[in-house]
């Protein structure tokens, strides 16, 4: 099992930056892809940024050049930097583990954390 815990959500105004993070229970970057993802009430969760268990980051095209993800194997954790935040980008933020394997992938959330951009 991969317990997984983010933090850093809060109320932020349009324009300004936020840095969530994401603790994960063991040194699973090795074999786990790592995403954040987004959901608002009534629609689904959607993919924000990766990164894969080499180390290769992606982002949806709405978050390019503003958002960043990172990781610490040091200390299990990954990181999203997030600049330049828009209203329309309020949602529950969830950090996600991903291993894809032979017979059956393997995915694990963490609890979520709010992000409110409002003036």
């Known amino acids: 099992q991969v317990q997984l815990v983010e933090s850093g959500g809060g109320l932020v105004q349009p324009g300004g930056s936020l840095r969530l993070s994401c603790a994960a229970s063991?040194?699973?970057?090795?074999?786990?892809?790592m995403g954040w993802y987004r959901q608002v009430p009534g629609k689904e969760r959607d993919l924000v940024a990766a990164?894969?268990?080499?180390?290769?980051?992606n982002y949806r095209d709405s978050v390019k050049d503003r958002f960043t993800i990172s990781r610490d194997t040091a200390k299990n954790t990954v990181y999203l930097q997030m600049n330049s935040l828009k209203l329309e980008e309020t949602a529950v933020y969830y950090c996600?583990?991903?291993?894809?394997?032979?017979?059956?992938?393997?995915?694990?959330w963490g609890q979520g954390t709010q992000v409110t951009v409002s003036s």
């Open positions: 996600n583990a991903h291993k894809w394997g032979a017979w059956r992938n393997e995915d694990y």
């Open positions: 990164i894969t268990s080499g180390g290769m980051p």
């Open positions: 063991g040194n699973i970057f090795r074999i786990f892809d």
